[in-house]
Structure formats: C-alpha cells, structure tokens
C-alpha cells in the first residue's frame, strides 16, 4: 500500500517505520543496559588511572623527602664523627705532651735527686777519708816521735802503713 520505488527496489514505510522503532528501542536498551555500566566502568577506570598516578608521584615526593633527610642525617653524623675524631687526636695529642712533660719532670727530678746523693756520698767518702788520713797521720807521728828512725826504717813504716790501708778496705 505506501510503497515508493526506487529503481529496481521499492521500499515500504511501514517497514521502514518498524526498522527505525525498532533501533531506537534497541538504543534505549544498549544505553540502559550496556551503556551506563561500560561508562561507569571506563570513569572507575579513569579514576583509578588519576589515582595512582596521584600515589606515584605521593609516594616519589615521599621518597625523595626520605632521601634529604636520610643524606641529611648521614651529613651530621659524618659531621659528628669528625668533631669525635678531631677531639679524641686533640685530646691524644694533649696526654702525649703531658706524658713528655711528666717523664722531663721525673728525669729531671731523679737526675737531681742522683746529684744530691752523689754529692753526698763525696762529702761523707771526704769525711772518711779525712778522717782516715788523720788517723794514720797520728799513727805515723807517734811513731816518728817514739822512734828516730832512718831512712831505710821510715820506707818500712810508710810501707807497712799502705799495706795496712789497703787491707782495710
């Protein structure tokens, strides 16, 4: 009944009519039901995308905080190892002239101390010797005074005493 033709074919409008309802329900169905949930879907997806990429460059502004602080830590205590290290060589550095300047002090103090000993021994040995020479100078004038005695007498009696000297000590 409505029929047009186009050349070789005809075409009807009530089919026609049928063919177009039939798509735009078929739209309204592809819409409600795949539509909305393949969008959603894809929006879930970009979100998540934005997501991480906001976590990534989160977490590489964390890492690189990290890092500064970590490499900000391993100067001061470079730094504080150093100061240690400068303190323990001064520090060192001080006992050692201590231990040089208290060993002087000691030479010094015994050299003094075997000097006065020294000095003290010779003045004790003189004594003693004084003593001993004054001795036997009396011995040797009491002999004289008892006896005149020659030459060859007064040798023996110098020699007897240097005899008896050495066997005295």
Known sequence: M??????????YVGDMLFVMITFLVLMWLVKIIAWKPITKMMQDRSDKIVNDIDSAKESRTKAADLAQKRQAELDKTRDDANTIINTAKQNGQRQQEQIV????????????????????????????????????????????????????????????????????K
């Open 101 to 168: 300047e208290d060993a002087r002090n000691e030479a010094s103090n015994l050299k003094s101390s075997a000097e006065k000993d020294i000095e003290q021994e010779r003045q004790e040995a003189l004594a003693k010797l004084r003593k001993d020479v004054a001795s036997l100078s009396i011995e040797i004038a009491s002999k004289i005074i008892s006896k005149e005695l020659n030459e060859d007498d007064q040798k023996g009696l110098v020699d007897s005493y240097i005899e008896g000297l050495g066997k005295q």
């Open 2 to 11: 409505f029929s047009y033709s186009v050349v070789g074919a005809q075409l």
